[in-house]
Every structure is written in C-alpha cells, then in structure tokens.
C-alpha cells in the first residue's frame, strides 16, 4: 500500500535525485556540467522555498519513494486571469516505472490540487509531456487558450 506525505528539507536528497532522475527521462543524459549546475541549483533553492512557494507530494512504499510531483506557486500583480495574485506551476510529476499503472500519479496530482485551492490560487499550469497528457487531460487540465503568445527570451 502506497502513503503519500508532503517532503520537507530533510527530503533533500531525495528531492535531488528525484529531479535528476525526471530530466533524465524527459531529456536524456545530461553533460557532466548540467548535472553538476542543476544540483548545485537544487541545494540553494530547496531548503529556502520547501513548504513555503514550493510544495513536494511523495509517494511511498516500504520507506521507498515511488514517485513525486511539484508544485511551484508564484505571486504576481492579479489581473483578470488571476484574481488572487497567486498561480502554481506542476512541475516533475514522476512515478518511477517500476510503480507505474497503479494510479500514484493520479493520487500525487490530486494532492497537489488540493494544496493549490487550500492556498487559494487563482489555477495551476504545466506542460504536459506525451506520456503525461491523458492523464493531466482526466483531471480537468485543458490547453490554454489565449490571444497572447507565448514567449520568452534566454539568459543563460
């Protein structure tokens, strides 16, 4: 039976490796440089945001971890679209494929919308890989819909 807990900054490492193992699979390897900017990323901004505009859902069993989902929650100026000044952004939703088709995504997801209506945001957002859309699409996710276009211009 699975068990489903909020990570907190003891989870560290577990957070890490669960990144990692998600850009894994969604991009292929990383060179020896991401890897390393990513952690090193990772080790700053975890313990500074971790409970507070950063929520991480864990499935697990047997004190494994099976999968996990973030939750990046972001305040801006409201406008229209988003009332409370507040959106969230699902991000690294992993069931580890060992523990996949036993409905720990569903579960993650559903926690993590929860949290989000707890915290009165005005939606959350992703972007949805192949594998993931079906599902996110069975939860009440639709492709957004606007006369902007997206955008955006890189630093680094």
């Not at 998600?22 to 390393?36: P, V």
């Not at 500074?48 to 864990?58: A, E, M, Q, S, T």
């Not at 209506?117 to 890989?129: F, K, P, Q, V, W």
């Amino acid at each position: 039976m699975f068990t489903y807990r909020k990570a907190t900054a003891t989870d560290l490492d577990v957070l890490i490796q669960l990144r990692m193992d998600y850009l894994a699979e969604d991009r292929g390897s990383l060179s020896e440089g991401e890897n390393s900017a990513v952690e090193a990323q990772l080790r700053a901004y975890i313990p500074k945001h971790i409970g507070n505009d950063f929520v991480v859902w864990l499935a697990e069993i047997d004190s494994c971890v099976a999968g996990a989902a973030f939750l990046v929650i972001n305040e801006k100026p409201a406008n229209p679209s988003f009332l409370t000044g507040t959106i969230g952004t699902v991000m690294n939703v992993l069931t580890y494929p060992e523990y996949r088709r036993q409905g720990i995504a569903t579960q993650l997801l559903g926690h993590l919308i929860d949290d989000a209506r707890a915290r009165d945001l005005s939606y959350i957002e992703l972007s949805a890989t192949a594998s993931g859309r079906q599902l996110y699409e069975k939860l009440g996710f639709a492709e957004k819909q606007s006369h902007y276009t997206e955008m955006k211009y890189q630093l680094t």
